[in-house]
């Protein structure tokens, strides 16, 4: 007998304590539409980082057009995440009012996954470590993030892999800090604009990463005008500044100089 034999649906997706993870506190009817919509974002969460996982070691490989499909994914799941703001946006601010003191310290700012996205993506900043109990599954998957060359830094090494001269403080640095943009990485990306024809495998591989940049900007806004919509300029639970804190990282990028080549064409 297969493992398959007798197999259900529900089985196969364990939907039994799936469907039993939701414990709304209050009793507000409109509360448990806000606990699905964050454990939703938060699966789609742990397959964009299983799909990030595998584009890294196809980039590493130099596999550029075998990645388009990893890539193309978190993109689109991205497109998907951003149309749920518009399902929290029934959430009235009266509605949200009736059960808001229940999440107590809790906030979206503490999601591990959302950071380590950002951190394989090349958005980083060690502080957030500090949001993850030591010890706990999320501080060391952060830690693991950061210790590794994110997807941009990848990027960059298959760039000078393939005779561009990359500059070595692009190449050759601590993982654990934020990049900082270099003129000489904007030139040599600029080159692969200039003669697409002859640097195709790079050219399109640099136009999936900009998507993704993209839509993690259309995700970011729509969350601050979501937020805006729900609670005004209130300060955010966990202690965030809110909307104006949500609106200081519109202007991050992951792949900045793919931006700012643009200029330059």
């Given at each position: ?152 830094d990848e990027a960059n090494a298959a760039l000078a892999r393939a005779g561009f001269p990359v500059p070595s403080a692009a190449l050759e640095r601590d993982w654990r800090q934020p990049y900082v943009p270099d003129p000489g990485v904007e030139d040599a990306w600029a080159d692969v604009y200039r003669d697409t024809e002859r640097w195709w495998r790079f050219y399109q591989f640099a136009e999936k990463l900009v998507d993704i940049d993209d839509a ?50």
């Amino acid at each position: 007998m297969s493992r398959s034999d007798g197999m259900t649906y529900g089985g196969y997706l364990t939907l039994e304590p799936l469907l039993s993870a939701q414990h709304p506190i209050s009793d507000h009817h409109d509360e448990l539409l806000f606990i699905i919509l964050h454990q939703t974002k938060e699966l789609w969460l742990k397959q964009i980082i299983h799909e990030l996982d595998v584009a890294l070691g196809l980039v590493r490989d130099d596999r550029l057009i075998e990645v388009h499909k990893n890539l193309s994914r978190v993109s689109r799941i991205q497109a998907v995440m951003t149309l749920s703001w518009d399902v929290l946006t029934t959430l009235t601010p009266t509605d949200y009012m009736q059960f808001r003191d229940v999440l107590g310290g809790s906030s979206g700012f503490q999601s591990a996954q959302f950071r380590q996205f950002e951190f394989l993506l090349g958005i980083r900043d060690p502080a957030h470590l500090r949001f993850q109990d030591e010890g706990s599954p999320g501080h060391e998957a952060l830690a693991a993030a950061l210790d590794r060359p994110s997807l941009w830094d990848e990027a960059n090494a298959a760039l000078a892999r393939a005779g561009f001269p990359v500059p070595s403080a692009a190449l050759e640095r601590d993982w654990r800090q934020p990049y900082v943009p270099d003129p000489g990485v904007e030139d040599a990306w600029a080159d692969v604009y200039r003669d697409t024809e002859r640097w195709w495998r790079f050219y399109q591989f640099a136009e999936k990463l900009v998507d993704i940049d993209d839509a993690m900007t259309a995700w970011r806004h729509k969350h601050v005008v979501t937020v805006e919509r729900v609670i005004g300029l209130k300060r955010g639970t966990g202690g965030t500044a809110g909307v104006p804190y949500l609106q200081s990282t519109l202007s991050k990028r992951a792949f900045p100089e793919l931006w700012t080549l643009r200029t330059q064409l």
